[in-house]
Each structure stands twice: as C-alpha cells, then as structure tokens.
C-alpha cells in the first residue's frame, strides 16, 4: 500500500537549534516526493521536491531509497519557520495524485 | 497573477442539506485536482481534472459527491444531502502541467451540524 508516515505530530525547537522532520514512505516503485508547508492563516505551499535538489529557505531534503525516508532538514532553525509541514509522494506513472502524511507542526521558540 | 481562489472560505450547515463549494484555478491551468482534510486523518484525494475531462476520480468517498468543471475553468465540488463525517477542510489545487507545480487555494472548512 502507499503511505507516508510523519510519526512527530508536532515538534518543538529553540531557534537557531537543528531541526529534522522525519517522513519514511512505503511505495513498490519509484515515487516523487515533496514536502508542503503551511504558514499560519496561508495556504499550503510547495517548499521542496527531491527531483529538484534544491535548498529552499536553509531546508533540505534527501531521498533515502533504503531507508525510505525523505526527512526534512535545517540547521539552524529560525521563527519564521514556525508552521505545519507535510511529506507527500505522487506515485510514478501519470497519475499525479499527491499522498499525504498526517503532518508535522514545527514550533520554534525563541 | 491571481492565485487559486476557494469559495467559501468556511461552511456551517445542517445534516441533510446541500452545499456546492467552487474553486476557481490559476488561469491556463488544464489540472485541477480537490482533497480533503477530516480532523485527525491525513489530506486525502477526491479527484482530479483535465481541462472538463475527470481524470481520476478514485478518491470522491460516495456518490453524495458529485464534482463538475464544466467548460474547463472552475469547478464546483456538490455534496448532497450532506453527512456529520462530511465536515473537513476541502482544497482545491491547480497545475499547468502533470509534472509542474501544484497551486493550493486556502481551503474550504465545511462543518456539518
């Protein structure tokens, strides 16, 4: 079965501390993965696709095939990054439906 | 450039009655996809459009929902007669391509009384 799993409903640092959202995934092929965010009182926004590679607001994501995993890395976590983040695979193939891990709520205190 | 726009943005009604929540996507965007959010689960996949076309509707849960996009542009997502387990945050998104980025509007909270 698909599935993503975020097994912290809500994780709580001080800034400038390192943060890591943990996202396994249970998939046979070849998935997409991506992690949303959203800020309060805004919409979900893309922050990262794997495909990509990219670093995006200090944060960073790699693939782990192995392992499963796609965690959500920063190193030195600031304010502002306080928000809901979602880990979500699209399978291969054209179907693009997104699917959805439970979320994890990041605080960070200063 | 406008971004995806949800109406309305929040929905109380009674158990038995209808509500026609509408997404208006990006301009030019021929994909148009709607999930939803019930408290405690994860977002969930209703459906997707290709221009008018339902290119996958796998994820609408009965047929109390009938979704429609009729001309290609906006969408109307019709729950009727409405159940408590209805009651959820309802989003719509939007992309250009099948392997561009999806556009999130801010949702639709619907609670069923």
């Known amino acids: 079965a698909q599935r993503v799993t975020q097994p912290e409903k809500l994780l709580s640092v001080f800034k400038g501390a390192p943060v890591e959202l943990k996202c396994n995934y249970s998939y046979s092929g070849s998935p997409e993965l991506f992690w949303y965010v959203q800020y309060s009182r805004q919409r979900l926004q893309l922050l990262l696709r794997?495909?990509?590679?990219?670093s995006i607001k200090g944060f960073t994501a790699d693939l782990n095939k192995g392992e499963t995993s796609f965690h959500l890395k920063k190193p030195f976590a600031q304010e502002e990054d306080s928000a809901m983040y979602y880990c979500?695979?699209?399978?291969?193939?054209?179907?693009?439906?997104?699917?959805w891990g439970l979320g994890t709520s990041l605080a960070v205190n200063p | 450039e406008a971004g995806v726009t949800q109406f309305p943005s929040h929905s109380v009604i009674e158990k038995g009655q209808t509500v026609t929540l509408r997404c208006d996507p990006i301009s030019g965007h021929d994909n148009l996809y709607w999930y939803r959010r019930v408290m405690g689960k994860e977002i969930k996949f209703l459906l997707h459009f290709v221009k008018e076309s339902k290119q996958d509707e796998s994820g609408m849960p009965n047929n109390r929902f009938l979704a429609e996009r009729t001309g290609g542009t906006y969408s109307t997502l019709k729950v009727q007669p409405a159940e408590l387990e209805d009651s959820g945050v309802y989003f719509c998104?939007?992309?250009?391509?099948?392997?561009?980025?999806?556009?999130f509007g801010q949702g639709t909270r619907l609670t069923v009384v």
């Open positions: 979500a695979l699209v399978p291969a193939g054209n179907n693009r439906k997104l699917i």
């Open positions: 998104a939007s992309s250009h391509g099948l392997n561009t980025e999806a556009f």
């Open positions: 794997h495909i990509s590679r990219e």
